[in-house]
Nanobody, 126 residues
Framework: QVQVVESGGGLVQAGDSLRLSCTTSGRIFDDYAMGWFRQAPGKERELVAAISRNGSVTYSVDSVKGRFTISRNNAKRTMFLQMDSLKPEDTAVYYC???????????????????WGQGTQVTVSS
């Protein structure tokens, strides 16, 4: 199985920033389209942002648009989520997801990603 590892979560105050990182095992890194999802207590896991295998297509949901930026550095085998102006409602476990693809598109559905990290906790206090 492909291993996915994310890191960078923590406890911060509203208005602060965090940068999450994710890497995958095996293969050439740009074989993977990737995404960030989050799950708050008592809620379903939801998409935050997605990126195509070569980084040419990016997407962020409206609730984080203008605050979060998804990017990747394929040479360093790392995908990032830069989170600025954090709000208490951003508090959640954040998951990195990956899938193999031969296309240049991004993917937005939970069920489109077979490989998942263990999650990293982001807590934003008011």
């Amino acid at each position: 199985q492909v291993q996915v590892v994310e890191s960078g979560g923590g406890l911060v105050q509203a208005g602060d920033s965090l940068r999450l990182s994710c890497t995958t095992s095996g293969r050439i890194f740009d074989d993977y389209a990737m995404g960030w999802f989050r799950q708050a207590p008592g809620k379903e896991r939801e998409l935050v942002a997605a990126i195509s295998r070569n980084g040419s297509v990016t997407y962020s949901v409206d609730s984080v648009k203008g605050r979060f930026t998804i990017s990747r550095n394929n040479a360093k085998r790392t995908m990032f989520l830069q989170m600025d102006s954090l709000k208490p409602e951003d508090t959640a476990v954040y998951y990195c997801a990956a899938r193999f693809t031969a296309t240049a598109i991004a993917y937005y559905g939970r069920n489109e990603y077979p490989y998942w990290g263990q999650g990293t906790q982001v807590t934003v206090s008011s």
